[in-house]
């Protein structure tokens, strides 16, 4: 058992699982030698994480009385105290020596930093997420359900997120008929486009969106981001209404200044005539 590279370890089945061998590689993974650790019964059991003593006490128990495997993931202290994540398998053995429990331990400390550090991640990505000002969706490529939505997508919907989350697509996200999706059935790329969406209420919503496909876990997702630009567009509308109430004032100031220039060179010209002299200007329409 020495040449695993685990700490290998045989234990009484009482109350402190009292250590009856362990492995040398005790000492490199929580600073004590088998010796001291044999010699301090109860180091185990004080050098348990608080918050994790109960329950691990109680599956050693439950694996005591039921002759069920002790399986379990816990942080002990080390001797100078290190704090050491410990993935712990055991079973009961029966010989002729008695009962006993005889165990493996593994180091996982690495891991669970990962798992954590994995987590915290997770967790600022869902914060970040929550407070876009953007709208964000994944939807199964294949099936095109709704994985997930954030806060201002399930918003921009206008329907609470388990009515969105699991449904099609087609449903809230855009007006085609199913089996036309743009993206998946006719091979369409969207970044940064005007398009139109549908919310809960049927309205007709003008958006700026773009799509991504991702692979996550081996699985083809669509990531798909939209603001909202509805207020962009009725300030385009305005404008161009303003632009062409200020181009028709515009036309209707030029026509009527050319036609007062006309009135004034009749004018002229009957002045002219009146005075026996050749008119000065050619009237369009006049003979």
Same mark, same amino acid.
């Given at each position: ?26 000492e490199t993974i929580l600073g004590i030698s088998p010796a001291d650790y044999k010699a301090a019964p109860d180091f185990w059991v004080k050098h348990l994480h608080p918050d994790d003593r109960e329950r691990v006490m109680g599956e050693i128990r439950r694996c005591h009385e039921s002759d069920q495997p002790f399986i379990s993931e816990y942080r002990i202290a080390s001797k100078d105290g290190r704090l050491v994540w410990l ?19 593994? +180091? /996982?400390? %690495? =891991? #669970?930093? *990962? &798992?954590? !550090? $994995? ?108 603001? +909202? /630009?509805? %207020? =962009? #567009?009725? *300030? &385009?509308? !305005? $404008? ?48």
């Amino acid at each position: 058992m020495e040449h695993i590279s685990a700490i290998t370890y045989i234990a009484a089945l009482d109350e402190s699982s009292t250590t009856l061998y362990v492995s040398p590689l005790i000492e490199t993974i929580l600073g004590i030698s088998p010796a001291d650790y044999k010699a301090a019964p109860d180091f185990w059991v004080k050098h348990l994480h608080p918050d994790d003593r109960e329950r691990v006490m109680g599956e050693i128990r439950r694996c005591h009385e039921s002759d069920q495997p002790f399986i379990s993931e816990y942080r002990i202290a080390s001797k100078d105290g290190r704090l050491v994540w410990l993935s712990d398998d055991a079973v009961i053995v029966k010989d002729d020596k008695g009962n006993h429990l005889q165990g493996v331990m593994y +180091d /996982i400390t %690495e =891991r #669970k930093h *990962a &798992e954590q !550090e $994995l987590e915290e991640s997770r967790k600022r990505l869902r914060v970040i997420l929550e407070h876009l000002q953007t709208g964000v969706m994944i939807i199964d490529a294949e099936t095109h359900e709704i994985f997930n939505a954030n806060l201002r997508a399930v918003e921009m919907m206008g329907a609470a997120k388990e009515e969105i989350v699991g449904k099609i697509c087609h449903k809230f996200v855009c007006p085609v008929e199913q089996g036309k999706c743009p993206i998946s059935d006719l091979g369409q790329s969207i970044g940064n486009s005007e398009r139109e969406r549908i919310n809960a209420n049927g309205e007709t919503i003008a958006i700026l969106k773009s799509v991504v496909p991702v692979t996550l876990n081996g699985h083809l997702y669509f990531i798909e981001s939209f603001v +909202d /630009i509805r %207020e =962009r #567009k009725r *300030a &385009e509308n !305005e $404008l161009k209404k303003k632009k062409n109430e200020e181009l028709e004032l515009f036309n209707r100031l030029t026509v009527g200044r050319e036609l007062k220039m006309i009135e004034l060179k009749k004018e002229i010209n009957a002045l002219l005539e009146d005075l026996g002299k050749e008119p000065r200007y050619e009237i369009a329409g006049e003979s």
